[in-house]
């Protein structure tokens, strides 16, 4: 979407850390989400952080929201091959619209 | 115990027809929406709903009319199918605050 924007493809090794970027325009966005959709499957959320945060951790995720320069990350500790998928981030500035970015396509190797 | 359900998951028809898909939740959730993603993967609001009052629609043509009986359910109706509507439809539910559920989506292929 043109509201949000992220990088489309990112190859990591199996064991590393995975950053993926998005930034998004909408200054009034409440929350931020990120989403994880696999082959042919539907989307499932990953986390979701509040405008007012600037940092959530879950487990291998980490989100950092800089919210001057607009700027959401997702990080995933430790890799793995069950971490390839297309990572969507998304904002939600009213209660009824969600804004996607266009997907990053991580692809773990061996 | 699916909390977004829709269906059919697949769907193959003739350009011209006219199809519905079907979305339930059983999350209580008071608000509804239709999403599409295209070949790209590329993901767009097509309507929301909120206590069954349609409250967005994207410059969705007419064709397409969704209709929500009560809080629980939006289907989707689209009439004279063309090539183009091809697509995975997503449905999903949202609490005001909270995150969004979404369906497993439904693969339209119009031939």
């Known amino acids: 979407g043109e509201d949000v924007e992220q990088s489309l493809f990112l190859s990591v090794r199996e064991g590393d850390s995975s950053v993926i970027n998005c930034t998004y325009t909408?200054?009034?966005?409440?929350?931020l989400y990120w989403y994880k959709q696999e082959p042919g499957a539907g989307l499932q959320l990953l986390t979701y952080?509040?405008?007012?945060?600037d940092m959530k951790q879950d487990q291998r995720l980490t989100v950092l929201l800089n919210k001057k320069d607009k700027h959401l990350s997702l990080r995933i500790a430790d890799t793995q091959t069950g971490d390839s998928a297309i990572y969507f981030c998304?904002?939600?500035?009213?209660?009824?619209?969600?804004?996607f970015g266009a997907g990053t396509t991580v692809t773990v190797r061996a | 115990d699916t909390a977004v359900s829709q269906t059919p998951k697949y769907l193959v028809t003739q350009m011209g027809n006219d199809k519905s898909i079907k979305c339930e939740q059983n999350l209580g959730h008071d608000t509804m929406y239709w999403y599409k993603q295209d070949s790209k993967k590329f993901l767009k609001i097509m309507f929301s709903y909120n206590n069954k009052e349609l409250i967005i629609n994207e410059t969705v043509p007419n064709r397409f009319s969704p209709k929500s009986p009560d809080k629980a359910h939006l289907n989707l109706h689209i009439n004279s199918l063309e090539l183009g509507d091809s697509a995975v439809y997503f449905c999903?539910?949202?609490?005001?605050?909270?995150?969004?559920?979404f369906g497993s989506g439904t693969r339209l292929t119009v031939v």
């Open positions: 952080i509040f405008s007012n945060m």
């Open positions: 998304a904002e939600s500035s009213n209660d009824y619209k969600l804004s």
């Open positions: 999903a539910s949202s609490v005001r605050g909270g995150g969004y559920t």
């Open positions: 909408d200054s009034s966005s409440t929350y």
